[in-house]
């Protein structure tokens, strides 16, 4: 994972609430074994009229939201199956932040365990990003370090994200990036408890 600071991106809206991971990333692109390679796919029954056209009408193939970072969203975002690709899938598209009112438990913890920053903020304040996300190049800085989301129009909002998971976000950790802190604990206590005879 890389380490998550401050960003500042191009925003895209999607006024959905409820998408599901099988909009995410449907079941049929779920065979792949590694996790990359699965942004082609994002939300492929909403982004394609037939294997090869884009629709047109897709919030994400508007020409103003091409190499948008930051996706807001509306409420219960990632709801459905469990699935870990969905968050492989919008992180291996480009975005690193996804900005609703809230998110279904199994996607918001999978995606902060993969580096991709999901943040709750008010209904009125997603309300306000949806609008200004209809605006070519609006962008939004989010610092992780402040819990804060700024845009240059004036509008701040602080979020809540747990002090454990902020701290391997910034460091760009997962579990086992952690578990390599305490590597010579560990040797240590296998070499004591548990001798090579």
């Not at 895209?12 to 942004?39: C, H, M, S, W, Y």
């Not at 509306?74 to 996804?98: M, Q, T, V």
Request: glycine share 6%.
């Amino acid at each position: 994972m890389q380490p998550f600071t401050i960003h500042k991106g191009k925003v895209a809206g999607l006024d959905r609430a409820n998408v599901d991971t099988d909009q995410i990333i449907p079941k049929q692109f779920l065979k792949r074994i590694e996790r990359t390679g699965f942004g082609k796919f994002l939300f492929y029954d909403w982004r394609y009229l037939d294997e090869h056209t884009l629709n047109p009408n897709f919030e994400l193939n508007r020409p103003e939201n091409q190499g948008a970072t930051i996706l807001i969203a509306n409420e219960n975002f990632g709801c459905g199956s469990s699935r870990e690709h969905a968050p492989w899938a919008l992180e291996d598209y480009g975005f690193k932040a996804i900005i609703a009112p809230s998110f279904a438990d199994i996607f918001y913890n999978n995606c902060l365990k993969n580096g991709l920053l999901p943040i709750k903020l008010s209904k009125e304040d997603v309300n306000y990003l949806l609008k200004e996300s209809l605006s070519a190049d609006y962008e939004l800085t989010i610092s992780l370090e402040e819990q804060v989301v700024y845009d240059e129009k004036g509008f701040c909002a602080s979020f809540h994200i747990d002090p454990y998971r902020k701290q391997l976000m910034l460091k760009g950790w997962d579990e086992i990036d952690l578990t390599f802190v305490y590597e010579e604990h560990i040797a240590a206590y296998e070499e004591k408890n548990h001798p090579i005879r």
